[in-house]
Nanobody
């Protein structure tokens, strides 16, 4: 049974930085695309960043140049480095692993950007 565990969230001031991590307990980590999503209260969950097997990445327009997704296959971990944070980045951030048949989600980690 696959488990994804996010960590690294917290309270940060505008302009600050956080680094989120998502550790996967399942097998064949390197064979799957990984994504970071976020969901703010009253809003739909949105894709923030995605990294595929080749290492190619994609980003939500509003976070381009500020966020960086990366993966360490040896550690079965995907990261989201978030810089120049804005209040509108406040949300619960989730990681997702794309597998055959279904996607797997972590429990989420809260990111709050506030003065």
């Amino acid at each position: 049974q696959l488990q994804l565990v996010e960590s690294g969230g917290g309270l940060v001031q505008p302009g600050g930085s956080l680094r989120l991590s998502c550790a996967a307990s399942g097998s064949m980590f390197s064979a799957y695309a990984m994504g970071w999503y976020r969901q703010a209260p009253g809003k739909q969950r949105e894709l923030v960043a995605r990294i595929i097997v080749s290492g190619s990445t994609s980003y939500l327009d509003s976070v381009k140049g500020r966020f960086t997704i990366s993966r360490d296959n040896a550690k079965n971990t995907v990261y989201l480095q978030m810089n120049s944070l804005k209040p509108e980045d406040t949300a619960v951030y989730y990681c997702k692993q794309e597998r055959l048949g279904r996607d797997y989600w972590g429990q989420g980690t809260q990111v709050t950007v506030s003065s």
